[in-house]
């Protein structure tokens, strides 16, 4: 059975930064693209960024962009969230989840299956 276990939220001041851990288990990823959802309270799941099983592509949502970067260590079957210059709107849960497309991890609909989630709270 597939897990995929999420760690490294917490409370940061805005300005402050983060780093997000996924660590999958149940089988290898190597082939398999990874992603980052988060979901704020009363709001749909939504995507953060997503990278190759290969890790040389990545994608990010516009609100992200150039704030956060997604990488994996693949020996490790684990994917990392680095959080810069964080803002209150980043607060959320956040989630990973894994599939050999890398389009279908643009769009948390396509997944039925999810973890536990990191809690990410940004005070201003």
């Known amino acids: 059975q597939v897990q995929l276990v999420e760690s490294g939220g917490g409370l940061v001041q805005a300005g402050g930064s983060l780093r997000l851990s996924c660590a999958a288990s149940?089988?290898?990823?190597?082939?398999?693209?990874m992603g980052w959802f988060r979901q704020a309270p009363g709001e749909a799941r939504e995507f953060v960024a997503v990278?190759?099983?290969?890790?040389?592509?990545?994608f990010y949502a516009d609100s992200v962009k150039g704030r956060f970067t997604i990488s994996r260590e693949s020996a490790k079957n684990t994917v990392y969230l680095q959080m810069n210059s964080l803002k209150p709107e980043d607060t959320a849960v956040y989630y990973c989840?894994?599939?050999?497309?890398?389009?279908?991890?643009?769009?948390?609909?396509?997944?039925?299956?999810w973890g536990q989630g990191t809690q990410v709270t940004v005070a201003s």
């Open positions: 990278i190759s099983w290969s890790g040389d592509n990545t």
């Open positions: 149940g089988r290898t990823f190597s082939n398999y693209a």
């Open positions: 989840n894994a599939d050999r497309e890398s389009w279908r991890l643009t769009e948390p609909a396509h997944f039925s299956s």
